[in-house]
């Protein structure tokens, strides 16, 4: 068995950054050395004072230390490692342009009163859940030794049980809807016989090979286009939780 440390070193490189920065905030929180208010969204902060640190902070604050906070890292230890380590093996760029493109997504979305939330940890997370049940589709999830469900369902039954505990139901939805929208224009649109518009930025592509972030990808001579879902794959997987 794999000690603590040699378990985080073997995490991938952008899950593990931003599962570990989501701690260290809260960490931070629970020993009183920031107020959250200094790190949540506020658009007329952001645009009538230029705090536009707010803009990034507040996608790493999950919460005080909780058995709600203790799940959301989970997702990230659990399912955004199983994309990296999956089907963006390899592909370090592709999966830092997915977080980025999911924030901005979600910063998009909050600025819709109906949406309007101050902290979207919470909801990126819940991206990465429902990227990764559309890329596992039929691996076998158990939630608390209650019920098994294809992993399909699961963002649909997380948020469900958040509404049950009394949790806001605004970050979960943003979540699904720019997972949503992400796996759309990357996989859906483009099987469809549709052009990919979202590439992966040359300078993203640029931030990794500079910085060694991860392994270097493979070269292939077939486009990004022509990369298969989880959807269309057909493959089971069973997973113990």
């Given at each position: 068995?794999?000690?603590?440390?040699?378990?985080?070193n073997s995490l991938p490189p952008i899950s593990k950054a931003y599962g570990t920065m989501c701690l260290l905030a809260t960490t931070a929180f629970q020993l009183g050395l920031y107020d959250p208010g200094l790190i949540a969204l506020d658009y007329e902060l952001v645009f009538k004072h230029f705090q536009v640190w707010r803009l990034f902070t507040n996608f790493f604050f999950l919460g005080k230390f909780s058995i709600n906070f203790g799940i959301r890292l989970l997702m990230i230890a659990r399912y955004g490692v199983q994309l990296e380590?999956?089907?963006?093996?390899?592909?370090?760029a592709d999966f830092l342009w997915m977080m980025i493109f999911g924030a901005l997504t979600l910063l998009v979305l909050s600025a819709i009163p109906i949406f309007s939330f101050s902290v979207l940890g919470i909801s990126l997370v819940f991206m990465l859940l429902y990227v990764w049940s559309r890329e596992f589709p039929n691996a076998q999830i158990n939630i608390y030794g209650l019920v098994t469900l294809k992993a399909f369902y699961l963002p649909w039954a997380m948020l469900a049980l958040d509404v049950i505990f009394g949790s806001p139901l605004v970050p979960d939805l943003l979540g699904i809807l720019a997972g949503h929208l992400y796996y759309f224009l990357t996989v859906l649109?483009?099987?469809?016989?549709?052009?990919?518009?979202?590439?992966?930025?040359?300078w993203v592509q640029r931030i990794v090979s500079r910085w060694r972030i991860g392994a270097p990808p493979i070269q292939r001579a077939v486009p990004d286009d022509r990369r298969t879902s989880g959807a269309f794959r057909g493959r089971s997987y069973r997973l113990n939780d």
């Open positions: 068995m794999s000690s603590p440390a040699e378990f985080y380590n999956g089907p963006f093996q390899r592909r370090t649109h483009p099987l469809a016989g549709g052009k990919n518009i979202l590439r992966t930025p040359f």
